[in-house]
């Protein structure tokens, strides 16, 4: 069965500081990757997706992530944050052709200003 | 925006009763699944419809159904309520032929 797993549940910081946030997923086949945001009291909105090509690929709002095939790993990164990146951040996976989306628990981020 | 809505906005119901929610989305967003969402957990896939026909369905009990209608709204149905119902629900869609889903703002359930 799929999963996917993120690493931190909570994460604080600085704005100007940089960001990482882990994402593990487990699955043997092809699969589609995404991370969403979820702002204070908005929708969840796509962030960036990666289906096939490049596995590095680009987002709004200066995000980027990178897939790690051999790490089964999708981790999402942004060089400085803001204190508008303050928000719900959330990994899920799709078997390619499949119809399932696989959420991770999400990472609540507080960027203090 | 994602042009996605869902109604009621928040309900309260009682341990056995039934609900309906609704989603409504924009033309030719031909897909829709349905997500229950804990509090302080990830979306919880329970069911997508494709063209008015169950396409796949999650880890839950009959009880959970739903609808697809032409006009792209669509219904989650839940009967005999119990107390781990409580949960924000969602609902997100997909135009045809993108595999990318845009959710709505969800309705949040409290089951008493």
């Known amino acids: 069965a799929q999963s996917v797993s993120q690493h931190n549940h909570h994460v604080i910081l600085s704005e100007a500081a940089s960001l990482e946030l882990g994402c593990n997923y487990s699955?043997?086949?092809?699969?589609?990757l995404f991370w969403y945001v979820q702002y204070p009291g908005q929708h969840l909105q796509l962030l960036l997706k990666?289906?096939?090509?490049?596995?590095l690929v680009k987002g709004i709002k200066g995000f980027e992530a990178e897939f790690i095939k051999s790490k089964f790993s999708f981790n999402l990164r942004k060089p400085s944050v803001q204190w508008s990146d303050t928000a719900e951040y959330f990994c899920a996976v799709k078997a390619t052709g499949g119809f399932k989306t696989i959420f991770g628990a999400g990472t609540r981020l507080f960027v203090k200003a | 925006e994602t042009g996605v809505t869902q109604s009621p906005t928040h309900l309260i119901k009682t341990r056995g009763q039934q609900v309906t929610l609704r989603c409504s989305s924009q033309?030719?967003?031909?897909?829709v699944s349905w997500y229950q969402q804990a509090l302080g957990q990830g979306p919880q896939f329970i069911f997508q419809y494709y063209r008015e026909e169950e396409n796949g369905r999650g880890n839950f009990p009959p009880r959970f159904s739903g609808l697809q209608f032409p006009n792209y709204s669509s219904e989650l149905n839940v009967n005999a309520l119990e107390l781990d119902d409580s949960a924000l629900y969602l609902c997100?869609?997909?135009?045809?032929?993108?595999?990318?889903?845009?959710f709505g703002p969800g309705t949040r359930l409290l089951v008493l």
């Open positions: 033309s030719g967003h031909n897909t």
């Open positions: 997100a869609t997909e135009l045809a032929g993108e595999e990318t889903q845009y």
């Open positions: 990666y289906f096939s090509g490049d596995p």
């Open positions: 699955y043997g086949g092809t699969v589609n």
